[in-house]
Nanobody, 118 residues
Framework: QVQLVESGGGLVKAGGSLRLSCEVSVAIYSMNAMAWFVQTSGNPRELVASMSRIGDISYADSVKGRFTISRDDAKNTVYLQMDSLKPDDTGVYYC????????????WGQGTQVTVSS
């Protein structure tokens, strides 16, 4: 059973920074891709950033230039560095992992709340 545990959320003022961490119970290199999603009240989860096994990275337009996804294979941890935060970034952030050969993400963390005040 693959487990993902997020941490690092909290309350921050607009313009501030947070770093989210996602600790994975298996080797990250066994996953085809890792990603971060955000869910705001009443809306479906939206992709924020993703990183493939070979290092291909993509970001939602709304976070380009402000957020950075990275990973530490030795620690089996994925990070999301969030800079220049805006109130619209507020939501629950989820870490997700995708197996090889799959289109959708198979594994999800419990989520961590990020609140950005104006």
């Amino acid at each position: 059973q693959v487990q993902l545990v997020e941490s690092g959320g909290g309350l921050v003022k607009a313009g501030g920074s947070l770093r989210l961490s996602c600790e994975v119970s298996v080797a990250i290199y066994s996953m085809n891709a890792m990603a971060w999603f955000v869910q705001t009240s009443g809306n479906p989860r939206e992709l924020v950033a993703s990183m493939s096994r070979i290092g291909d990275i993509s970001y939602a337009d709304s976070v380009k230039g402000r957020f950075t996804i990275s990973r530490d294979d030795a620690k089996n941890t994925v990070y999301l560095q969030m800079d220049s935060l805006k109130p619209d970034d507020t939501g629950v952030y989820y870490c997700a992992g995708r197996n090889w050969g799959q289109i959708s993400y198979d594994y999800w963390g419990q989520g961590t709340q990020v609140t950005v005040s104006s």
